[in-house]
């Protein structure tokens, strides 16, 4: 099965950028759609991004784009989120989802345990 690990989160101040990475291990994410999504306190998962499989095709939530780039390397098994400009509204811990976040459908597939992104001055 396989499984996701995030990392790459922090305490950064408004404005500021993070960059973070979702490792893929125990079997490849080559033929998947990959999303991030992030969760604040007090709120549900939100969707903030997804790419298909080859990097054609990127799509974001409007609170993010032109702010954050989502990228993947499959000889890594990898995806990456790059964050810049972060507001403090972006607080929320970040999680790695396989499949398209938006369809309903693959919510029950595996996510990682998260990495916590928090914005404040």
């Known amino acids: 099965e396989v499984q996701l690990v995030e990392s790459g989160g922090g305490l950064v101040q408004p404005g500021g950028s993070l960059s973070l990475t979702c490792v893929a291990s125990?079997?490849?994410?080559?033929?998947?759609?990959m999303s991030w999504v992030r969760q604040a306190p007090g709120k549900e998962l939100e969707w903030v991004s997804t790419?298909?499989?080859?990097?054609?095709?990127?799509h974001y939530n409007d609170a993010v784009k032109g702010r954050f780039t989502i990228s993947r390397d499959n000889a890594k098994n990898t995806v990456y989120l790059q964050l810049n400009s972060l507001k403090t509204e972006d607080t929320a811990r970040y999680y790695c989802?396989?499949?398209?976040?938006?369809?309903?459908?693959?919510?029950?597939?595996?996510r990682g345990q998260g990495t916590q992104v928090t914005v404040t001055s």
């Open positions: 790419i298909d499989q080859h990097s054609y095709n990127a």
């Open positions: 125990g079997g490849s994410i080559y033929d998947d759609v």
């Open positions: 989802h396989r499949g398209d976040f938006r369809n309903p459908a693959t919510w029950n597939l595996p």
